[in-house]
């Protein structure tokens, strides 16, 4: 080997050694958002960046493509081995960046080929110092275009994709992959067509029609690199479309239960005041029954009395008739399940808290408290088992904190991108009645936070509400 030749071999090593740390440095950006924090995802990029050199440097034979896709294979694997959650979603990771890397690159390729082609016409005589300087400053330049490329592909789909770690369904993931997939195939399709017209005719495609070069190796990657990049927006597009139509429809529905829970509170409140109105009249007529002696008829008319009263209490006093009529509802349901209510909430007293908001709070969190119980209990609490679901509140200068605790002795993990729990509990609206609790605390400057606490020595699922008031009112 010649000094010329080991100049391009060592420049040629380099261009590969950099390549290959660029992209294994847009793997570890590309995944990093799905990944709970304080995930080892550099061991990832370090798999990913050994097996593709060990690759390289074998002694026997193996085709790009392969190789590549044995890569990040073993790399999807290192992916599920550090957060087994979620694998769906690692699969069509994995997928995509193989594909958009591969294409960046193909697509590097055809330039370097077009670069090259030109080279020589423009410089036929140029002595070969010239030819090892422009080698290298190919080679930095087609480093940094697929780096580009790559990475640029990278944060769009980031972007798009906003860092939402949730499950992909099947047919989902197959419409995500299908660009990718389709992309691949004609690839091998166009290899093969190229290799059974060298072995038929002994020349190159490009030879006999100039054409080919550029539809091949620039037209169509760019193609399938901007396809991949839509559909991935598109789906992106749709998901969050279908997420927002069922967010209307479930905000739908509670403005309909808590309708509903007006008309009741309106309902009893009449009655209180029915009732009221005619107390004249009822103390006048037991007065008439005691004056006349009838102590008998009297005593059944103040029993019956009595019950028309009970019928106008509510078995839960918060100080304000919405929220009254939402926890005695629940209060009754829980005693049918059951289930042990233990309730101190006092309704903050300001006008800048509207009570609809306090009401979605209130209901869906004593519902997801229920249904917790109730999934823990295969659907039913069990009688020797001991169901408790507590409900506070607790007003600390302008913050006003709500606190619903039920019993949970099941595993609690939180998600650390949306801080909601992992369930397995099925269904396209799981979750969203947390969404309409931490949506009516944002609307007041707050937040909400869910732990597994240890209480008197029994477990509890604690879910926290934080409502700021204004300072004045503090």
Same mark, same amino acid.
């Given at each position: ?137 190919? @080679? ?9 490329? *790559? &990475?640029?592909? /990278? !944060?769009? +789909?980031? %972007? ?96 309909? @239960? ?9 309902? *009893? &409140?009449?009655? /209180? !005041?029915? +009732?009221? %109105? ?197």
């Amino acid at each position: 080997m010649n000094n010329l030749e080991l100049w391009y071999r060592i420049i040629s090593e380099l261009y590969y050694i950099s390549t290959l740390l660029l992209t294994s440095y847009c793997l570890m950006i590309w995944i990093r958002p799905f990944f709970p924090t304080g995930a080892k995802i550099w061991l990832v990029g370090f798999v990913y960046l050994c097996t593709m050199t060990i690759l390289n440097y074998m002694p026997w034979y193996l085709s790009a493509i392969a190789a590549y896709l044995l890569g990040v294979m073993i790399a999807f694997v290192v992916m599920c081995l550090i957060d087994p959650a979620y694998i769906s979603q690692k699969l069509f990771l994995a997928a995509t960046f193989f594909c958009l890397r591969w294409q960046a690159w193909r697509i590097v390729g055809g330039l370097m080929n077009a670069k090259y082609s030109l080279s020589l016409r423009l410089f036929p005589t140029i002595e070969d110092a010239f030819w090892i300087w422009l080698f290298t400053i190919d @080679d930095v330049l087609d480093a940094l275009t697929g780096f580009l490329l *790559l &990475y640029g592909s /990278i !944060r769009f +789909l980031l %972007h798009v994709y906003d860092g939402r770690r949730e499950p992909i369904k099947i047919r989902e993931f197959l419409i995500l992959i299908m660009p990718s997939v389709s992309s691949i195939c004609s690839y091998c399709l166009i290899r093969f067509y190229n290799d059974t017209y060298i072995h038929n005719f002994g020349r190159y495609l490009e030879e006999d029609y100039p054409a080919y070069n550029f539809l091949v190796y620039i037209l169509y990657p760019v193609i399938c690199y901007i396809t991949i990049l839509a559909m991935v927006y598109l789906f992106r597009q749709w998901k969050n479309e279908l997420e927002e139509d069922m967010h209307k429809e479930i905000f739908s529905k509670q403005l309909q @239960d808590l309708e509903s829970h007006i008309m009741e509170a309106e309902r *009893l &409140y009449q009655d /209180i !005041r029915n +009732l009221r %109105h005619d107390m004249g009249n009822h103390l006048m007529t037991l007065k008439q029954l005691y004056e006349k002696g009838e102590y008998t008829a009297a005593q059944q008319y103040t029993d019956k009395l009595n019950s028309e009263m009970a019928k106008t209490v509510f078995d839960v006093n918060s100080g304000n008739p919405v929220t009254d009529v939402i926890l005695s509802g629940r209060k009754k349901e829980m005693e049918e399940k059951g289930i042990t209510f233990t309730c101190d909430f006092h309704y903050p007293m300001t006008e800048t808290v509207d009570s609809f908001d306090v009401s979605i709070i209130l209901n869906n969190a004593l519902s997801n408290a229920i249904e917790a119980i109730e999934r823990e209990g295969n659907g039913a609490v069990k009688p020797q088992e001991s169901a408790h679901i507590c409900l506070s509140s607790e007003r600390r200068k302008n913050m006003f904190l709500i606190e619903v605790a039920n019993s949970y002795k099941g595993n609690l993990e939180i998600d650390k991108v949306n801080g909601l729990p992992h369930t397995s509990k099925s269904g396209e609206g799981h979750g969203f009645g947390l969404v309409a609790i931490r949506h009516a605390a944002h609307k007041y400057l707050g937040d909400m936070e869910i732990t597994k606490e240890c209480r008197e020595g029994e477990e509890y699922c604690v879910l926290r509400v934080m409502l700021q008031l204004p300072e004045d009112e503090s």
